[in-house]
Structures are given as C-alpha cells and as structure tokens.
C-alpha cells in the first residue's frame, strides 16, 4: 500500500518552455503533499508544501510565480516549472503524507521526474 | 547554524559484514528521526523511524540507534548483502509544528560480494 506515482519520469525540452509534473497518491488519500529538488550527490530538499484545497507553502528562496503548485484533489499535485532555464534541471521529487496522519509517520515519495532543459 | 550530516564518503565493506552509518546533527531538536534507502534515479524508501525518547529500534537485519545527548542516529545493517548497495538518507522529523522532514544529504554504501 501507500504507493506514490510521479509523472512524467523524464523530461528533456528547450529553454523558455513550461514544464507539469503529476504527483498522485493511488491508494490512499494525502492531505499533504511535498515537493522536493535534488542535485546529484546531493540532500533532497524541499521546495513548498502542498495542502488540499488551499495554497502551497514555500520554503524561503523557492519562487513562488516560477514553481507553481495545485493541489485540487487528496489524490492529486501538480508542479508546473514555468519558463524553464537549464539552471532548473534538477531531479525533483514530491511525497504525500496520508490524510489523518500524524507527526513521526513516514512520508511516502515518488520515483522522481529528471528534468533536463537545453 | 543548524546542520545534519552524514558521511559524504562511500562506505565499502565485503559481504557479510555490519555497515554502521552516522547521521549527526546541530542545533536542531527533532522529535523522530527517520531513515530512508535511494536507489540511484529513484524516490527515497521508508526504512525505520524512532523517537526521541527510544535508545533503539530493530527490523529484520536493520538497527538504529538515537542519542539526542550527542545529538547523533547510528544505521546498522547486520549481515550486509550486495542488494544492500544504495544511499542511506535520514531525516530529521517534528523540528517544528509542521510535518516537513529535512533530509541529510546521504551516504553511499556499495557492499562487495
């Protein structure tokens, strides 16, 4: 159970293009969802927090009019890079709590999305 | 400033052996502290969680350990197989009110047959 599907796995596109990417809870329901960004060799780390139904949270330094974040479903998050640049290339990876969860649960993560701009 | 740190060194060790791997941490105080495995171009797995207040937490071959004196996780793989060969993440969890994890930057452990 508690599986995470991201989607799409890889991305590669020019510069100056928007980029979506889906972030879906498949059998349960998540209240939360995070999004995360990973250079090679190194931590994940997190982006914005996503709720239902209400706006995303984002960390200090993360653009809020370039990392656009919807949640509109429990099942459902979607991050969309516009205007991309190659600085942006990055593997980014979201995660969702399930709903009702508690502090000192495990985040469930999806298998990422490698984004590459040329 | 607040740190969390693992070795940035791979660990190498012949199958069979325990793999011990540190996670040591400043001037944060979680409440868990989660451990997770990244298999390369893949999302973070949910390994083992403890908390604040547990000395040690087992399953199966894997052994963490918390000491919120030294402020330090010990991950231990008794028995390691090349299957084990990964990187091991863990995650400070209940800094704040929030449910955000923040993510150590891993360290990884290639076990040779």
């Known amino acids: 159970g508690a599986v995470v599907s991201q989607h799409p796995s890889r991305v590669i596109c020019k510069s100056g293009t928007s980029v979506k990417i889906e972030c879906r809870s498949l059998?349960?329901?998540?209240?939360?969802m995070f999004w995360y960004r990973q250079f090679p060799k190194q931590s994940l780390m997190l982006m914005a927090t996503?709720?239902?139904?209400?706006?995303?949270?984002?960390e200090q330094g993360v653009e809020k009019d370039k990392f656009l974040i919807n949640h509109a479903s429990l099942t459902l998050s979607t991050l969309t890079v516009t205007s991309a640049h190659p600085e942006d290339s990055s593997f980014y990876i979201c995660?969702?709590?399930?709903?009702?969860?508690?502090?000192?649960?495990?985040?469930?993560f999806g298998d990422g999305t490698r984004l590459s701009i040329l | 400033s607040q740190k969390i740190e693992q070795n940035s060194e791979a660990l190498n060790i012949q199958e069979g052996k325990t793999a011990t791997l540190t996670c040591n941490y400043t001037?944060?105080?979680?409440?868990?502290l989660q451990w997770y495995r990244q298999d390369p171009g893949r999302g973070p797995v949910f390994l083992l969680l403890?908390?604040?207040?547990?000395k040690e937490k087992r399953k199966e071959r894997l052994k963490v350990t918390f000491d919120t004196t030294l402020k330090q996780s010990l991950f231990h793989i008794t028995a390691s197989q090349p299957a084990d060969s990964a990187t091991y993440l863990c995650?400070?969890?209940?800094?704040?009110?929030?449910?955000?994890?923040?993510f150590g930057s891993g360290t990884r452990l290639l076990v040779r047959p």
């Open positions: 995660s969702a709590r399930e709903e009702g969860a508690v502090l000192g649960q495990p985040q469930h």
């Open positions: 059998d349960f329901q998540a209240t939360t």
């Open positions: 996503s709720n239902e139904g209400s706006k995303a949270t984002y």
């Open positions: 001037n944060y105080s979680p409440a868990y």
């Open positions: 403890i908390r604040e207040n547990e």
């Open positions: 995650a400070l969890d209940g800094v704040d009110s929030s449910y955000k994890l923040i």
